[in-house]
């Protein structure tokens, strides 16, 4: 028998394997009783290829030893398979048993049969999960070619589809995991959150109680150590009285006590004040006053009560603000203090106001021991003393208070200084409206 004629028969997709390079062949499935079936079959594709690889015949030679076969080797693509072999329908039989119980419904089943009338077409495609009919009279090289590359893309599609779904389940069940385990972490941060939530209000809780207590101290402290203090300070005037006329030497240390006696009434008085600041309960009782004359009255206290020092007030004329004067007046007040404490003996306080724009800026200036630069943005802060002033007496609430007091007049508080130099405290307060002052120089 002459050998077939060799078909160059390529996938137009692919390109041609050389045919030195090893590749893996398709795995071609023959199944039929007849073993010139099979010969006639490896003869048809030993020169044919698909996508670069070649054909491969597997065969069984009868229903069951196909079965077992395709029980170890269930990746082969295509199935040539005759109907009538050990029974008159073992074939069939076989179809079953792949689809059902194999469970393989990617495997394409080409039927195969020299006995047309044994298992009529119409009946056998409806009844059976194959995937083509052919009678073997009518399967040439070609049509069989091209059954063979039907259905090896069709294979290859539905295994692509497989390994995709494959691969999306196992995102879908890794996506699940990270859901679960995201859903578990916010959770427990829920839960870290709830703690902490009730932790910040036990600790508010207890803030807003220490408060009332810190509240409820001052009021005592305020009214119960005033009296006791006045005694003190009336006894300390009268002994300055009897000293002055005869015992001299005594003198300064009665100052001494009338000075700390007014020092602790001043502290009573600023801790009152910054704590009904901080806690919102004081009411502004705005007007428009004029800061001159308070400038004035507040100079003349400080020069009786600190009288080593000098105190100069420049005062270009009328300073009209809107705001409450007994607020404002213990800002200047704490503001020409600090400067006369901070100050040597001797030493200037300058105050200095003027309109600018629509603004009172009011300077308050010493030569005293200055602000480090490292403590100038905490300066205002509360309880915040600069690292040079220890030893000086002092609570770190007085510029606090200030500060407060200027911001609820809408106003600004800002400092420049140098260490041995001294400090420059620039306070603006609001003119009235329809004022009409322009800058001046």
Known sequence: MAGPRKLAL????????????????????????????HEMTRVLLRDLEFEGRPFKCVSATSAAEAAAILDLAPEIPVILLDVVMET????????????????????RIILRTGQPGDAPEREVVLAYDINDYK?????????????LVGALRAWRDITTIADLNKTLAELNV?????????TRQLEESGQALARSKQRAETALARETEAKTQLRQFLSMVSHEFRTPLAIIDSSAQMLRLRAEQGDPAALPRIDTIRGGVQRLLGLIDTC????????????????VFDLAPMIEVTLSHHRVATPT????????????????????????????GNAAKYSPSGGEVNVIGHHDGGDVAIQVIDQGIGIPDEDLPSIFERFHRA???????????????????????????????????????????????????????
């Open 10 to 37: 390529r996938d137009r997709g692919a390109p041609a394997a050389a045919k030195t390079k090893a590749v893996e062949p398709w795995p071609i499935m023959v199944v039929d009783d007849d073993e010139q079936v």
């Open 272 to 287: 009152l004040a910054d704590e009904q600041l901080d806690s919102g309960r004081i009411v502004l009782h705005e007007k």
């Open 309 to 336: 020092h000098k105190y100069i007030a420049q005062l270009k004329g009328p300073l009209m603000v809107w705001g409450d004067p007994g607020m404002v007046a213990l800002a200047l007040n704490n503001l020409v």
């Open 88 to 107: 008159p329908d073992a074939g069939l039989r076989l179809v079953r048993h792949i689809r059902e119980t194999l469970g393989n419904r990617s495997v």
């Open 135 to 147: 009678s073997k009279a009518e399967l040439t090289a070609q049509r069989m070619f091209t059954a």
């Open 387 to 441: 690292t040079n002033a220890r030893g000086i007496p002092g609570s770190g609430i007085g510029l606090h208070m200030v500060r407060q007091i200027v911001e609820m007049h809408g106003g600004s508080i800002t400092v420049e200084s140098e260490v041995a130099r001294g400090s420059r405290f620039i306070l603006r307060l609001r003119a009235p409206p329809g004022s009409g002052k322009e800058k001046t120089t």
């Open 174 to 182: 890794s996506l699940e995991q990270r859901v679960a385990d995201r």
